[in-house]
């Protein structure tokens, strides 16, 4: 549990903004030219009061990261978990919650495949490791299609970086009102994952 959460009910509340103002400028301006001058300055506070809530700027950057992999892991989960019966259901649950979760979290998305360089080692190490365990997770539903089904997988794990891509590559160009609608994008990408495994996207 990071200092931003052992506060009173009012400072949660301001520690979120504090999040959400560093997310904000992280992206705009890259983490290396955002102060925390300015993120104290967008959220309406003296920049000493920033401390109350973090210990430096890298444990904002570190926060943003951990809690998009702790959101995603969860919600493909639960995906999975709630999906009908069988392993092409749950993989295509998966790949659902996947890209609606990139295409809906751009920001934070850009923020962490675009940063990682300006974690020290321990923190950087606490990222790797939830983003190892999601690849493990979708590796393991990709194995499971493949023995249930027959399906000519190639190479499991390349299949997964196919699919992890497929996030990054959605979140890189979708906008919400855009002529494609999300569900549009969404079906889309399940097909082209399926049709990579040389699955019927009917099964």
Same mark, same amino acid.
């Given at each position: 549990m990071t200092r931003a959460t052992r506060v009173t009910r009012g400072g949660i509340r301001t520690s979120t903004a504090i999040r959400e103002a560093a997310a904000k400028l992280f992206y705009a301006h890259g983490y290396e030219a955002t102060s925390l001058r300015t993120v104290a300055?967008?959220?309406?506070? /003296?920049?000493?009061?920033?401390? #109350? =809530?973090?210990?430096g700027k890298e444990e904002l950057l570190k926060d943003i990261m951990?809690?998009?992999?702790?959101?995603?892991?969860?919600?493909? =989960?639960?995906?999975?978990e709630n999906a009908a019966p069988g392993a092409v259901s749950k993989f295509k649950a998966a790949v659902d919650c996947h890209i609606r979760? =990139?295409?809906? =979290?751009?920001?934070?998305?850009?923020i962490g495949n675009s940063e990682l360089r300006a974690l020290s080692d321990g923190d950087l190490d606490e990222v790797l490791e939830r983003r190892a365990e999601y690849e493990k997770l979708i590796q393991?539903?990709?194995? #499971?299609?493949?023995?249930?089904? &027959?399906? &000519?997988?190639? &190479?499991?794990?390349? /299949?997964?970086y196919s699919v992890l891509a497929q996030g990054a590559h959605v979140s890189s160009w979708y906008k919400s009102g855009g002529p494609k609608s999300l569900d549009k994008v969404v079906n889309t990408y399940i097909t082209m994952a399926l049709r990579q495994l040389g699955v019927d996207e009917n099964s």
């Open positions: 300055a967008e959220v309406g506070i /003296q920049v000493g009061s920033l401390y #109350n =809530h973090i210990s951990v809690s998009v992999m702790d959101e995603l892991l969860e919600a493909v =989960h639960a995906a999975v979760y =990139h295409a809906e =979290h751009a920001r934070e998305v850009f393991s539903l990709v194995k #499971n299609v493949a023995k249930e089904t &027959d399906a &000519d997988v190639l &190479d499991a794990k390349l /299949q997964t």
